[in-house]
């Protein structure tokens, strides 16, 4: 495994690189304008943890990113990405090209699905707690009151549901809640599934 979390990892970064390097390529925003704007992207910031995920344990073992709550939490950011990519922003895009089409590949398909593997695989899901579902909405619950801070004062919004001056303060916070509540759902999920699966790798263990 520890091949394929380098490959993996090297594969996260490679599409962070790429989409920022697209973005310096095409946007007229000053560096600083532009890279804020980069990191203020939920895609941009779960690909990054996943590229730590991966590489950080290589270097330094019993690392953060080796708990099993924060793996999971990790996965949970995942799947939220890629389903709400799909279902919400994809149809609001027009069609990639080039660079662009490869690096969001990447972001929300390959490295997504390749940490998704990794920690279907991976041992330790046991150990998962249903309060760990409550616990990996800290992060996105930041994510989202960071976002509507500094939207009025940035006039920048990443996403179309947090967009205050179109919609409105009442329908963010709901739409706040909603993706809120499908994280907690999604983390339930994954704790099911990771006691599944550590039951079942318990039944089929040969005894010692």
Same mark, same amino acid.
């Given at each position: 495994?520890?091949?394929?979390?380098?490959?993996?990892?090297?594969? !996260?970064?490679?599409?962070?690189?790429?989409?920022?390097?697209?973005?310096?390529?095409?946007?007229?925003?000053?560096?600083?304008?532009?890279?804020? =704007?980069? +990191?203020?992207?939920?895609?941009?910031?779960?690909?990054?943890?996943?590229?730590?995920?991966?590489?950080?344990?290589?270097?330094?073992?019993?690392?953060?990113f @080796?708990?099993? !709550?924060?793996?999971?939490?990790?996965?949970?950011?995942?799947?939220?990405?890629?389903?709400?990519?799909? +279902?919400?922003?994809?149809?609001?895009e027009?069609?990639? @090209?080039?660079?662009?089409?490869?690096?969001?590949?990447?972001?929300?398909?390959?490295?997504?699905?390749?940490?998704?593997?990794?920690?279907?695989?991976?041992?330790? =899901?046991? =150990?998962?707690?249903?309060?760990?579902?409550?616990?990996?909405?800290?992060?996105?619950?930041?994510?989202?009151?960071?976002?509507?801070?500094?939207?009025?004062?940035?006039?920048?919004?990443?996403?179309?549901?947090?967009?205050?001056? =179109?919609?409105?303060?009442?329908? +963010?916070?709901?739409?706040?809640a909603?993706?809120?509540?499908?994280?907690?759902?999604?983390?339930?999920v994954?704790?099911?599934?990771?006691?599944?699966? !550590?039951?079942?790798?318990?039944?089929?263990?040969?005894p010692?």
């Amino acid at each position: 495994m520890r091949v394929f979390r380098g490959v993996a990892a090297l594969v !996260a970064i490679f599409g962070l690189v790429l989409q920022y390097g697209v973005l310096v390529a095409t946007s007229p925003d000053l560096f600083l304008w532009m890279t804020f =704007k980069f +990191v203020s992207f939920f895609t941009i910031l779960t690909n990054t943890l996943i590229a730590l995920a991966f590489a950080l344990p290589l270097f330094r073992p019993g690392t953060l990113f @080796e708990r099993p !709550a924060v793996r999971m939490a990790v996965a949970a950011y995942a799947v939220v990405m890629v389903v709400i990519y799909a +279902v919400i922003l994809a149809p609001l895009e027009p069609p990639h @090209e080039g660079a662009n089409l490869v690096a969001n590949t990447v972001l929300h398909r390959v490295t997504p699905a390749l940490y998704l593997f990794d920690w279907l695989v991976s041992r330790g =899901k046991g =150990k998962l707690r249903w309060s760990d579902a409550w616990k990996l909405l800290i992060a996105p619950l930041i994510y989202g009151l960071y976002t509507l801070l500094h939207g009025p004062l940035s006039g920048f919004y990443p996403y179309p549901f947090f967009n205050v001056p =179109k919609d409105g303060l009442g329908q +963010v916070m709901l739409n706040l809640a909603g993706i809120v509540l499908f994280f907690y759902a999604v983390g339930l999920v994954l704790v099911a599934i990771g006691h599944a699966i !550590a039951w079942r790798m318990a039944q089929i263990r040969p005894p010692s």
